[in-house]
T-cell receptor
Framework: GEDVEQSLFLSVREGDSSVINCTYT??????LYWYKQEPGAGLQLLTY?????DMKQDQRLTVLLNKKDKHLSLRIADTQTGDSAIYFC????????????FGQGTTLQVKP | EAGVAQSPRYKIIEKRQSVAFWCNPI?????LYWYQQILGQGPKLLIQ????????DSQLPKDRFSAERLKGVDSTLKIQPAKLEDSAVYLC????????????FGPGTRLLVL
């Protein structure tokens, strides 16, 4: 089946690194995504990783993928108060429809 | 480039009433998705269109929900009659063809059923 799990809450101090973790079940997923949702807003794509990669870096964001353990993480370096939001992990599952299966979201709280 | 547009942004209705949501995808995007996001959960797919055809509606509660994309551009999602558990944010997303292409989401319509 298709299922994505995330921890619900993370609190960090401004300037620290944040690491948000995610596990998924569908090994046939070809892409894995991280989306950000600010209060009252839609979903903003942050980054994605192809399943044959184990790391992708994009400015302050680093994505690590352990395909054997079906574990995905998002590291945000030098976390700022503007990074406070809900972060969703998603996989595109089996088939080629492009539909996304989302985790329940991790609320990141950044304290000044 | 304009993003995905949705209206209304907010809607409050009483149970058993009807409601409709509208989505205008990014120009040229053939694939359109409707997701339901209940408070505290991640979005869940309701229905997916490719142009004006339905690709996946396996999670759509068809006894009360309906959706259409008649000309392969705009789409409407209707709930009739609404139940309390339909209170959620309804997100529309679109993308061009091809699995490698990413989805772009609209701001959502927040529905409260009293």
């Amino acid at each position: 089946g298709e299922d994505v799990e995330q921890s619900l809450f993370l609190s960090v101090r401004e300037g620290d690194s944040s690491v948000i973790n995610c596990t998924y079940t569908d090994s046939s997923s070809t892409y894995l995504y991280w989306y950000k949702q600010e209060p009252g807003a839609g979903l903003q794509l942050l980054t994605y990783i192809f399943s044959n990669m184990d790391m992708k870096q994009d400015q302050r964001l680093t994505v690590l993928l352990n395909k054997k353990d079906k574990h995905l993480s998002l590291r945000i370096a030098d976390t700022q108060t503007g990074d406070s939001a809900i972060y969703f992990c998603a996989e595109n599952g089996s088939g080629n429809t492009g539909k996304l299966i989302f985790g329940q979201g991790t609320t990141l709280q950044v304290k000044p | 480039e304009a993003g995905v547009a949705q209206s209304p942004r907010y809607k409050i209705i009483e149970k058993r009433q009807s409601v409709a949501f509208w989505c205008n995808p990014i120009s040229g995007h053939a694939t359109l998705y409707w997701y339901q996001q209940i408070l505290g959960q991640g979005p869940k797919l309701l229905i997916q269109f490719q142009n004006n055809g339905v690709v996946d509606d396996s999670q759509l509660p068809k006894d009360r929900f309906s959706a259409e994309r008649l000309k392969g551009v705009d789409s409407t999602l209707k709930i009739q009659p609404a139940k309390l558990e339909d209170s959620a944010v309804y997100l529309c997303a679109s993308r061009t063809s091809g699995v490698r292409e990413t989805q772009y989401f609209g701001p959502g319509t927040r529905l409260l059923v009293l």
